[in-house]
């Protein structure tokens, strides 16, 4: 087997380029092989929803496959998904797309996250990363040529990026600032006057702002701010937006991109050539979503309700603790009363315990010390992974 | 109260404790909570969901449409009453359409609810005529599917 340039298949030698070779392999990937081995395993390391998409929305693909809409679409996507989504962001946040030239429907936010670094920056180029962060920004920026920089967020402050750590780690190079937000791995939302803060540096600074919104729905406190409806914000902001978390249709891969117009323009160029367009029956599944998923969004987002108020309760009361995250479906505990690094904790609750989660070092340096739980998995399987937690814990109590 | 009693409606075996957590309320007030939508009636019991089908427990089961004669001042509601005490029936309705009542009915061979409807339903003051739906497979039953596949997995682990 050959990997990053090593012997290969018959004495042939494969030269994998640099700067694929500097992106590191996932940090799940070995918790994949050792699950494999083992039965009864409580999951509680998936980044999806447990619900299958709604019956509407899948019955929409249905009948877009049965009357054959089974060709290319245009590049950027059907006229009729891009002015659903011109409108469903003038109704929910009061920002202003032309359905025209401002939106770009791409094949999940993942694409549009790598063709919007793409478009925006050079070789040289720093891009300033919230961390923990999910995990393919950084990735994205070092394919892009760039130099990621991570602006780490604490515990105490709940994971809020603090606009004062932004504006520390600007240097000359600084194009790019990442939000992503509600966050995955953390769970953290911003509330609107931590989005003010952090777009006066970034006017200050004439900063861009890719602001990756896929969590916007799965808020539990108050209404999502869009980072673009912020005064002054949307000429510097690349709003991307999906419908994999609030419609729980992950595996339709298909998101958006709202910007400028000459920005959307320069994604689009590489959007044309890597992927020509989002799947057109995914597209028609979308539009149908945005006109009648609403119901369907209010259901799941009471049931998360339920399970995070269980989950975060339920570590909190075993010691770990947990800060309140506000928004998506992910928990994340610190698990330092153990004594046990954020690895050796995950890799010990599976095979003691048979409960995955994810380790919080995969989602950078400031991750360390804890863990990522998903509370996107049903109340009775929340119930007993915390029990079998709470019994993993009490046999690893470390010096503190 | 709605949210504990949508919590105990998807899943009875919650104990006060865990509704509390998933609430954020305390153990007492989900006490006094289900205490008093017993009391009121509106939480009327905790029952398993079973597919006897599966478990080779044979059973029949019926829709019966019925036709009756409205009485002066209490419309079907007498009539409804006396029907609903029959054990054999499971759930009665007041329907619009071209019945007036609508009757599920059980029993253990199809014998058995054809002999109810004949002997006892139709002996029920008022009824006019029935017209009889047996079940013959059950494909969503209370929200849950039954012998349709949703199985669909999942990755354990993903970014």
């Known amino acids: 087997m050959s990997r990053d340039g090593g012997p290969g298949v018959q004495g042939q030698t494969y030269r994998i380029s640099q700067r694929v070779q500097q992106i590191p392999a996932s940090g799940i990937r070995k918790f994949f092989d050792l699950l494999a081995s083992m039965d009864g395993v409580i999951s509680l390391g998936v980044g999806e929803p447990d619900f299958v998409t709604p019956w509407s929305i899948r019955d929409a693909a249905i009948e877009a496959i049965t009357h054959g809409d089974t060709h290319y679409t245009s590049n950027f996507g059907t006229p009729e998904l891009r002015r659903a989504i011109s409108h469903h962001l003038e109704k929910l946040y009061g920002v202003q797309y032309d359905p025209l030239s401002e939106i770009l429907v791409t094949v999940g936010v993942s694409e549009a996250m790598d063709l919007a670094m793409r478009a925006l920056l050079d070789p040289g180029d720093e891009v300033l990363v919230p961390e923990p962060t999910y995990v393919s920004y950084n990735p994205c920026a070092v394919l892009a040529g760039a130099t990621p920089v991570g602006v780490p967020t604490y515990m105490e402050h709940d994971f809020r990026?603090?606009?004062?750590?932004?504006?520390?780690?600007?240097?000359?190079?600084?194009?790019?600032?990442?939000?992503?937000?509600?966050?995955?791995?953390?769970?953290?939302?911003?509330?609107?006057?931590?989005?003010?803060?952090?777009?006066?540096?970034?006017?200050?600074?004439?900063?861009m702002v890719v602001s990756d919104e896929?969590?916007?729905?799965?808020?539990?406190?108050?209404?999502?701010?869009?980072?673009?409806?912020?005064?002054?914000?949307?000429?510097?902001?690349?709003?991307?937006?999906?419908?994999?978390?609030?419609?729980?249709?992950?595996?339709?891969?298909?998101?958006?991109?709202?910007?400028?117009?000459?920005?959307?323009?320069?994604?689009?160029?590489?959007?044309?050539?890597?992927?020509?367009?989002?799947?057109?029956?995914?597209?028609?599944?979308?539009?149908?979503?945005?006109?009648?998923?609403?119901?369907?969004v209010q259901d799941m987002v009471e049931q998360y309700n339920y399970r995070r108020r269980f989950i975060v309760s339920s570590f909190n009361q075993m010691g770990l603790t947990c800060f309140e995250p506000r928004g998506a479906f992910y928990s994340f505990p610190s698990i330092r009363s153990t004594g046990l690094t954020s690895e050796a904790f995950a890799q010990g609750l599976l095979r003691e315990e048979k409960v995955a989660v994810v380790p919080g070092s995969a989602f950078g340096a400031s991750g360390e010390g804890f863990v990522r739980a998903c509370y996107a998995t049903s109340l009775d399987q929340i119930k007993e992974a915390m029990d079998r937690i709470a019994r993993f814990t009490a046999h690893h109590r470390g010096p503190e | 109260m709605n949210d504990v009693l949508k919590l105990l409606e998807q899943d009875a075996r919650l104990t006060p404790a865990d509704i509390a957590k998933a609430t954020g309320r305390t153990v007492a007030d989900v006490d006094a909570i289900i205490k008093q939508a017993t009391d009121d009636k509106?939480?009327?019991?905790?029952?398993?969901?079973?597919?006897?089908?599966?478990?080779?427990?044979?059973?029949?089961?019926?829709?019966?449409?019925?036709?009756?004669?409205?009485?002066?001042?209490?419309?079907?509601?007498?009539?409804?009453?006396?029907?609903?005490?029959?054990?054999?029936t499971r759930a009665v309705y007041l329907v619009t359409g071209d019945f007036d009542l609508a009757v599920m009915v059980v029993g253990r061979t199809m014998q058995e609810v054809a002999d109810f409807v004949s002997r006892r339903l139709y002996s029920v003051d008022g009824v006019r005529g029935t017209n009889s739906f047996f079940i013959m497979r059950r494909y969503k039953e209370q929200g849950e599917f039954l012998g349709i596949d949703q199985s669909a997995q999942r990755l354990p682990f993903a970014p």
């Open chain 1, 161 to 207: 990026l603090q606009a004062a750590d932004v504006e520390r780690a600007i240097t000359p190079a600084t194009q790019l600032l990442v939000l992503g937000y509600p966050n995955n791995p953390t769970g953290a939302v911003l509330s609107r006057a931590d989005m003010t803060a952090i777009g006066e540096v970034a006017r200050r600074h004439d900063l």
């Open chain 1, 214 to 296: 896929i969590y916007d729905r799965l808020g539990y406190d108050g209404e999502h701010t869009c980072f673009a409806s912020l005064p002054g914000m949307q000429p510097r902001t690349i709003l991307l937006g999906g419908f994999s978390k609030a419609y729980a249709m992950t595996g339709w891969r298909i998101g958006y991109a709202a910007g400028p117009a000459p920005v959307i323009e320069a994604m689009m160029k590489v959007h044309q050539y890597v992927t020509m367009c989002a799947p057109t029956m995914s597209q028609a599944a979308a539009v149908e979503a945005l006109a009648n998923g609403e119901h369907e």
């Open chain 2, 42 to 88: 509106i939480l009327l019991g905790y029952h398993a969901h079973i597919n006897w089908d599966k478990a080779d427990v044979e059973e029949c089961w019926a829709l019966i449409g019925v036709k009756a004669t409205p009485q002066r001042d209490v419309g079907f509601d007498t009539m409804a009453e006396r029907i609903s005490r029959f054990p054999e």
